[in-house]
């Protein structure tokens, strides 16, 4: 069988015996695209996915302020098409312009410049609206207490001060908090360094892992954080398809409404497996997902649960600004093989190494191949072996394992998350 998988801005083309193939496991088309994604937003504004809606809430707080977060720009999330019909309703209850602000949601990342910020939200909003940029380092942020992890919540200040709590989001897979969106949106969104830094540490800890919630304590203290701290109190978040097109809105009750959207992103995108291959071929879905490795890696991550322990993984990703993060490169030029990076980072949570430590986790568990722009020394520090011919792949693995071998393909890796069936 031929399989086609985009590489930066190209297609790679390779050819695996059909005998060999146990499947080629794409994303579900799911349903149809929301035509009217305003008429879709009023709907949930109005009648809620769980909790109360909008204008009940209104009508009990009364707020005087009102905070608004919304995405930055490393998610795709269409603010600018979500927000004007939710600044509608609040203008139809009477919530005066300048009592409304708008907060990006920027977490640890750098602060949006204004055009970028106008292009987020469009000039319409962002002429009209008061926004700013959440600033993690910011020196006014607020205490709003201790966790019972122990993790002080400092949170930005015009959230932690406003009557009411909106958010604009999406239902993403996440690394280590499970899933992206609803209490996402104020921790870490709109938290302080020391709060996300203490959060993120956790991301060894057992149960911990993408697509996972029940026992998951990166998920637990965020939510708890939104619970009992800083409530967030009616969210708007998106589910969108392979392609970005959005197929859900949910609204409401920031857990509540929030899981429905969970709910639809696994019957999207979880595809369940008889048993792991001997190999998986993989594509991180090309360019802009695969520009750099830190960007890239969520593919392997999820692509990870179809390759036997003992496997092998063949990657395909142009990666053309190489690691794309500083701490992440810094680790990886050490050149340190993988059981000591794990000591290390273990000892000593670094954000950005992070990258560095799931490799070595992976590297540990099966052999990985790695077709980029990346040089051969720069691979073998990411714990791969570097191949330059897509023909080759099906001799390296009929070498390597025989004829029979077998082996999934994943040409949209950081979208579609395998999920092997219990033995």
């Known amino acids: 069988m031929n399989i086609v998988l985009k590489y930066g801005r190209k297609e790679m083309e390779l050819s695996i015996p059909d005998r060999n193939l146990l499947g080629v496991l ?8 929301i035509e009217d994604l305003g008429a879709a937003v009023r709907g949930v504004l109005q009648t809620p996915t769980a909790g109360p809606s909008l204008e009940a809430l209104v009508r009990e707080k009364r707020p ?12 795709s999330t269409p603010s600018d098409r979500v927000l004007p019909p939710m600044l509608a309703e609040l203008e139809r209850l009477g919530t005066p312009r300048d009592a409304i602000t708008i907060v990006v949601a920027n977490g640890t990342h750098r602060a949006m410049t204004g055009p970028e910020i106008d292009g987020l939200l469009g000039k319409e909003i962002t ?15 607020v205490d709003m207490g201790t966790l019972s992890t122990g993790n002080k919540l400092l949170i930005n200040k015009t959230v932690a001060r406003a009557d009411l709590r909106l958010a604009v989001g999406e239902v993403l897979l996440h690394y280590y908090a499970g899933f992206a969106g609803g209490r996402k949106s104020v921790f870490p ?15 060894t800890a057992p149960g911990v892992g993408i697509g996972l919630l029940e026992g998951n304590r990166v998920y637990a203290e965020t939510d708890e954080a939104v619970e009992k701290f800083c409530p967030l109190h009616f969210i708007v ?45 993989v594509s991180a879905g090309g360019y802009p997902k695969d520009i750099n490795m830190y960007q890239a890696h969520k593919a392997i991550y999820m692509a990870s649960r179809a390759v036997r322990a003992g496997g092998a ?6 990666l053309e600004e190489g690691y794309g993060h500083k701490t992440f490169a810094e680790w990886a030029e050490r050149g340190w093989p993988v059981e000591r990076v794990m000591r290390e980072f273990e000892a000593e949570f670094r954000f950005g190494a992070h ?34 011919d897509a023909n ?7 070498k390597r394992f025989g004829d029979d071998f077998t082996a999934w393909v994943i040409p949209q890796g950081g979208i579609v998350l395998p999920n092997p069936k219990a033995s």
Not at 313 to 318: G, N, V, Y
Not at 360 to 385: I, K, N, V
């Open 127 to 141: 002429g009209a609206y008061r926004v700013e940029n959440h600033i993690c380092d910011a020196p006014d942020l």
């Open 189 to 203: 969104g709109v938290a302080g360094r020391e709060t996300v830094m203490r959060n993120h540490s956790m991301m």
């Open 26 to 33: 794409e994303p579900s088309s799911g349903a149809a695209p």
């Open 355 to 388: 990258k560095l430590y799931y490799m070595a986790t992976h590297a540990r568990d099966f052999d990985m191949y790695l077709y980029s722009a990346m040089d051969e020394r720069e691979s073998r520090l990411m714990f791969c072996e570097k191949f330059t």
């Open 237 to 281: 978040n998106l589910v969108s398809d392979s392609h970005k097109n959005v197929v859900r809105v949910v609204g409401g009750h920031f857990r509540d409404a929030w899981l429905e959207g969970v709910k639809t992103f696994r019957e999207m995108n979880f595809i369940s497996i008889d048993r792991p291959a001997d190999a998986v071929i």
């Open 392 to 398: 080759a792949v099906t001799p390296m693995l009929q």
């Open 313 to 318: 993984m063949f990657f395909f990703s142009e």
């Open 64 to 75: 005087q302020s009102v905070a608004i977060i919304v995405n930055d720009m490393t998610r």
